[in-house]
């Protein structure tokens, strides 16, 4: 399967990535830049959850559960169930452990777990992570069979590389000043159209739900666009670039290209549209 097409992507020396993918750990996810916009980055999965419409899971895992705020909605939801959190981030998994000690907790690759597994659960729950993960087309079928009879499979990936915050970082990635200061490709998302979607799960579902939700996040100034990325998608780039002083530098010039796509409101603010997908695919 052909993942989006992303602008300057095939200029890196080398985009040769997709098998490390599947293992790739970023050292620099921080659960406290992440949650500093705890309640945009939860709520698809509020959204997500109250449309299940499952009336007593037992057994949910949440896959890529991140610092455990995904986990703690479906908790909300359905407190009787047995949770399981699954995350390839060590630092992730601390602050998960550390909110709520009770539930289980592992430390796995998505991919990997998918293809290992033998377990089945009500719910197989994934918010904001399975874009990080390659080869939907093998991933997909593979979550579905973890899928208990009565059940669902339910995910969500921001599905926005070709608006302007993402798309200037990929690009700017790419010019002719930036590319070859990376120390390697920077690992890039994998979202699909919807249609990639209907056409992986609908022959195995008995009913599939597939929607997108575009938020709108009001922020103080493109400066908190750029805050809001380095909770998740700018990572990667950083981790490839050598230093502390040329990870400033590119942050810099991530801001002056978005600056103009975000003009200010009258009341000084920037509106950042931040498109998502959502998928409930019933067993
Ligand atoms: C954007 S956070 C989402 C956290 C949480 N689910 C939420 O709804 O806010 C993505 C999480 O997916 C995890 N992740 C990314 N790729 C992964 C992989 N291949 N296997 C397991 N976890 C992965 C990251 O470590 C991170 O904690």
């Given at each position: 399967?052909?993942?989006l097409f992303l602008p300057?992507?095939?200029?890196?020396?080398?985009?040769?990535?997709?098998?490390?993918?599947?293992?790739?750990?970023?050292?620099?996810?921080?659960?406290?830049?992440?949650?500093?916009?705890?309640?945009?980055?939860?709520?698809?999965?509020?959204?997500?959850?109250?449309?299940?419409?499952?009336?007593?899971?037992?057994?949910?895992?949440?896959?890529?559960?991140?610092?455990?705020?995904?986990?703690?909605?479906?908790?909300?939801?359905?407190?009787?169930?047995?949770?399981?959190?699954?995350?390839?981030?060590?630092?992730?998994?601390?602050?998960?452990?550390?909110?709520?000690?009770?539930?289980?907790?592992?430390?796995?690759?998505?991919?990997?777990?998918?293809?290992?597994?033998?377990?089945?659960?009500?719910?197989?729950?994934?918010?904001?992570?399975?874009?990080?993960?390659?080869?939907?087309?093998?991933?997909?079928?593979?979550?579905?069979?973890?899928?208990?009879?009565?059940?669902?499979?339910?995910?969500?990936?921001p599905h926005s590389l070709r608006d302007p915050h993402q798309r200037l970082m990929r690009e700017?990635?790419?010019?002719?000043?930036?590319?070859?200061?990376?120390?390697?490709?920077?690992?890039?998302w994998?979202v699909?159209p919807?249609?990639?979607?209907?056409?992986?799960?609908?022959?195995?579902?008995?009913?599939?739900?597939?929607?997108?939700?575009?938020?709108?996040?009001?922020?103080?100034?493109?400066?908190?666009?750029?805050?809001?990325?380095?909770?998740?998608?700018?990572?990667?780039?950083?981790?490839?670039?050598?230093?502390?002083?040329?990870?400033?530098?590119?942050?810099?010039?991530?801001?002056?290209?978005?600056?103009?796509h975000?003009?200010?409101?009258?009341?000084?603010?920037?509106?950042?549209p931040f498109r998502?997908?959502?998928?409930?695919?019933?067993?």
């Amino acid at each position: 399967m052909r993942a989006l097409f992303l602008p300057g992507e095939d200029n890196f020396p080398s985009c040769a990535t997709r098998e490390k993918e599947n293992n790739f750990t970023m050292a620099t996810w921080s659960s406290g830049q992440y949650l500093k916009f705890a309640n945009e980055r939860t709520q698809p999965s509020i959204d997500l959850v109250a449309r299940i419409a499952i009336e007593a899971p037992m057994r949910i895992i949440d896959l890529g559960c991140g610092p455990g705020n995904s986990t703690a909605v479906l908790a909300r939801r359905w407190p009787r169930a047995a949770l399981t959190g699954l995350d390839n981030s060590p630092a992730m998994l601390a602050a998960a452990r550390q909110s709520h000690p009770t539930w289980t907790w592992r430390e796995h690759s998505i991919a990997e777990w998918a293809q290992e597994n033998t377990e089945v659960f009500d719910v197989v729950f994934s918010n904001a992570a399975l874009h990080w993960v390659p080869d939907h087309a093998t991933l997909l079928p593979r979550l579905f069979a973890a899928v208990a009879p009565g059940g669902a499979l339910a995910f969500q990936m921001p599905h926005s590389l070709r608006d302007p915050h993402q798309r200037l970082m990929r690009e700017l990635a790419a010019s002719a000043v930036w590319r070859s200061r990376f120390t390697q490709p920077p690992v890039t998302w994998q979202v699909e159209p919807a249609a990639i979607y209907y056409d992986l799960l609908a022959p195995l579902a008995t009913r599939i739900e597939l929607w997108f939700t575009d938020y709108v996040f009001v922020f103080e100034g493109p400066e908190q666009i750029v805050e809001w990325h380095r909770g998740a998608a700018l990572p990667p780039f950083l981790e490839a670039l050598p230093d502390e002083a040329t990870r400033a530098e590119f942050l810099r010039d991530y801001l002056a290209a978005i600056t103009p796509h975000y003009p200010r409101r009258p009341d000084g603010k920037v509106l950042q549209p931040f498109r998502r997908f959502f998928a409930i695919a019933y067993r």
